[in-house]
């Protein structure tokens, strides 16, 4: 009987190992991103072996699009939603047939309500999407930026500027879904821009066992925004192990930073 167990736990251990893999494949590769953005860094620590975080680089129309999403739970459900979500940016984006960002998250929206048979009605599953998602314009230098919960973060001139997105999911929410709202900034040379989820300022840890919070969160990119970005990334992965110590990892983790660099 104990063997049996022992099949069965490398069986599966096999099996996720192998989903991990094909959920890696649909990332954007970084042979992609390097061309794409010269100057980033992913912090992408998933809970399990497959992750409900993901992040999205594409091209269209000369236009920069970055993403970052978090879907509903974490390990298997959670990577198969974020498959979804991954699948549903590039069916939209390769369509072209948008006009901000928040129109993306829009389609996606029904996207996901139509995929998961979601129709609003009491008790139904709220499964969904919270998701940043940015489009830059190289000539302009204007982002436009839309938002499921998720914020993004701007640091200029040793300040953080950020913009907050609209309190709702990707998905079917508790109350009428209403558009989401496109929101333009214009981007100067160096600013630093963070993309992320919430499992890093909700993890659990330090000498009280508490939750690492959105200021000491904003206060450490702050910090460290200046370094280059290879060593952003080694400094928020350093904070973050450091902080969780011995304790379980409660989430998927995944911080996306890059530095805007213009052309002229």
């Not at 549903?88 to 390769?94: C, D, S, T, V």
């Not at 609209?166 to 079917?172: E, Y």
């Not at 206060?219 to 370094?227: A, K, N, P, Q, R």
Request: glycine fraction near 8%; aromatic fraction near 10%; hydrophobic fraction near 40%.
């Amino acid at each position: 009987m104990k063997s049996n167990h022992i099949i069965q736990d490398n069986e599966i251990s096999e099996s996720l190992r192998y989903a991990s893999y094909i959920q890696q494949a649909i990332f954007p590769s970084s042979g992609l991103i390097n061309r794409l953005i010269p100057d980033y860094f992913i912090f992408y620590q998933p809970r399990d072996l497959v992750s409900g975080d993901f992040y999205y680089v594409s091209r269209r129309n000369e236009k920069l699009i970055i993403g970052v999403g978090d879907c509903t739970g974490h390990g298997v459900p959670g990577a198969l939603m974020s498959i979804l979500g991954i699948t549903f940016l590039n069916e939209i984006i390769a369509h072209g047939s948008f006009s901000s960002a928040g129109a993306i998250l829009n389609q996606m929206r029904e996207h996901v309500m139509d995929a998961l048979c979601q129709t609003g009605i009491d008790g139904e599953r709220k499964d969904g999407i919270d998701l940043a998602l940015c489009i830059i314009d190289p000539k302009t230098h204007v982002m436009n930026f839309a938002g499921a919960f998720n914020p993004v973060y701007i640091v200029r001139d040793n300040a953080i500027i950020e913009i907050s997105g609209d309190m709702m999911p990707v998905g079917v929410g508790a109350e009428e879904e209403l558009c989401f709202t496109t929101h333009l900034y214009e981007l100067n040379h160096n600013d630093v821009i963070y993309l992320f989820t919430d499992g890093f300022a909700d993890q659990f840890g330090g000498p009280k066992n508490r939750k690492f919070k959105y200021k000491p969160f904003r206060d450490l990119l702050l910090e460290i925004s200046s370094l280059p970005m290879a060593d952003q990334k080694v400094a928020i992965e350093r904070t973050f192990n450091d902080w969780k110590g011995n304790l379980q990892q409660l989430d998927d983790v995944l911080v996306f930073g890059f530095r805007y660099l213009t052309s002229g």
